[in-house]
Structures are given as C-alpha cells and as structure tokens.
C-alpha cells in the first residue's frame, strides 16, 4: 500500500479549506501536505484565515509561489493579457505553473481539489485530461457545496474570509480584484471599490495602448456581444463598457487553485495559443 504523502491545495477558499479537512479525517493528519500558492495579490484577512485553518488542521500551511514573477502587473505587462477564452494568464503562470513545477519535484499519492458537487465538470476535465495529477474531490463525495463549507466553519467559530461577508462569492486576488470576475463582479468593485475599479481600468487602457487592440477582462455575453471595457476606450468607441450593461449580481466564481480559468473540455482559443504559454 502506497504511503506517498496526500497534497491538498489550499487556495484561500471556504471549499478548499473544508476540503483539506475532509482529506485528513480519511488519511489522517500525518498523511495530508496542505500547499498554498501565494500570488502576492491575496486579500490580507486571507492570512489570518489561513491561520485559522492551520490551528484547525494542528499542521503547518507550506507557502509557495513564483519566482518568475514578482506579481500579477508583471504577467499582465508581459503578455499584454488579462483574461481570454481558456484563462487569465495570470492564473495560469502565477499558480498553474507553480503548482505543475511543485508537482514534478514531490512526491504524492493524490492530489485534493476543493470541487464542490456542482463542479461535475470542472471534476471530469481534470481527471480526463490531466491523469498525473491523480486528483480527488472529497466535497463531491460528501456531497457538499459552498454554502454548507460556509456553514461547517462558522459552526466550529472560524469566520470565512471577509470577502464573502462582502458579498463576493469567492477570496481571489481581492487587492486588485479578480480579473475572471465577470460583469457583476466589476459592477459591484465599480460601486463599493471605486479605487479598485479605476486602477483596473487605467491597466486595460495601458495595455490596450501597448498592444494596439483592446484588452479586456470581460467579454458580453448576449448573442452578438463583443469584448467590454471597464471605461470607455477613446481609441476604440466601438467597443462598449460595462456601464452599457444592466446591473447584475456577482455571479459565483471558481475558486482559483492552479486550473481556475481553464475549460480544459474545450479546444483552447486562438488568443489563448498566440501568448506561447506552453512554449516559453
């Protein structure tokens, strides 16, 4: 019987938090790594959050993160990306490389992934197309979606990230705001975050500059739509902003744990090929 250690990747999360736990009542604490990538972009009260979870687990929290690259600015500036069909690049060389490089170098039995029951398909692609991985899902075995993660830690008295309490559905990359937040999301930065919001904005017009085409985080979903602005591109009056659309609530976002952003069941886009990620 294989003894190699179980990893759980802790992502900041409410669900990847549960999930750790869950993967040491059936391995045991002795058995389970718990690995968090730091992208250096994480809300503080992430910290103290963490904190809490090592105190709940009785084991240490192992930090790592990128030594290509000292930030998400970096990556964005770069690749002159934000976000495209199959990802944010960021997400993509700031945890995706760093976990598959950390993946080489140690051993593992499992790999644990805090999918909840609804992410079937999240489940599926990744057990289909990354098999090395060897993940596990222990959310979707105890059947349990965000919500009862919510629920399981506010009853033991450790308080969720306090982007929830904010109204976000997940603890990604708050200090600039999350790039694959989708309208909502950016709606509600507008509103409550407006520091946040012009800062973004003034990156996508940069970028855009640089570039000598729009770059974007959001794209409008409706038949016929195109990319979207934060504000709008004097250079580009074609391309409509978010202020030309209904207000919405944040819709849920995954949580980001190194595969976020990747529809790994479909043909990646040409966009996405062109930045030469794998090819570096």
Avoid at 49 to 62: A, G, K, L, S, T
Avoid at 97 to 104: D, F, H, I, S, Y
Avoid at 219 to 248: C, M, N, V, W
Wanted: charged share 30%; net charge negative.
């Amino acid at each position: 019987m294989s003894k190699e250690p179980i990893i759980g990747w802790w992502s900041g999360g409410v669900t990847s938090a549960v999930a750790c736990k869950l993967t040491q009542n059936i391995y045991g604490k002795d058995r389970v790594r718990m690995v968090f990538i730091d992208t250096r972009n994480e809300d503080e009260d992430t910290y103290r959050f963490m904190e809490d979870c090592q105190n709940w687990y009785d084991v240490e929290i192992e930090t790592i993160t990128s030594n290509e690259y000292q930030s998400v600015r970096d990556v964005w500036y770069k690749h002159l990306s934000l976000n495209v069909a199959n990802g944010a690049v960021c997400s993509y060389k700031m945890k995706r490389v760093v976990r598959e490089k950390w993946q080489k170098d140690n051993p593992y039995e499992h790999q644990v992934f805090g999918f909840d029951s609804l992410e079937s398909r999240r489940a599926m692609a990744l057990r289909m197309n990354h098999p090395k991985v060897k993940p596990i899902f222990p959310l979707m075995f105890y059947g349990m979606v965000k919500k009862d993660c919510i629920d399981l830690l506010q009853e033991i008295g450790i308080e969720p990230p306090r982007t929830y309490r904010l109204g976000f559905h997940n603890n990604n990359c708050f200090n600039t705001g999350c790039v694959q937040g989708g309208i909502g999301y950016w709606q509600k930065i507008k509103r409550e975050y407006p520091d946040k919001f012009e800062e973004m904005a003034k990156v996508e017009h940069e970028l855009t500059d640089l570039k000598g085409e729009p770059v974007t985080m959001l794209k409008d979903q409706a038949k016929g739509g195109g990319l979207l602005f934060l504000k709008p591109h004097p250079d580009y009056p074609e391309t409509k902003d978010i202020s030309q659309k209904k207000g919405r609530e944040p819709k849920p976002l995954m949580e980001c744990n190194g595969f976020c952003g990747t529809n790994d069941l479909e043909k990646p886009s040409q966009t996405y090929l062109e930045l030469n990620l794998d090819n570096e």
